[in-house]
């Protein structure tokens, strides 16, 4: 499958970002689960991949939309 765009979730001084994959980040979170849920909506929209990270930064999950 062919993603428009890749969205990652990751950590970053202690908050977590929405970053398109070679782009500044699109958002700064302060808690995991707002920048999943903000990353859902823009990877739903544009038909994109989105990969979650964990604490220490390795890849925790990948989903398609």
Known sequence: MVHSAVYHVAPRM?????EREGGDPAAICDDKAS?????????RTRHAL????????????????
Request: glycine fraction near 4%.
């Open 14 to 18: 202690a908050r977590w970002t929405v």
């Open 50 to 65: 989105l990969v979650l990270h964990r604490d220490d930064g390795s890849v925790h999950a990948e989903h398609h939309y």
């Open 35 to 43: 920048a999943v849920r903000l990353a859902q909506e823009l990877a």
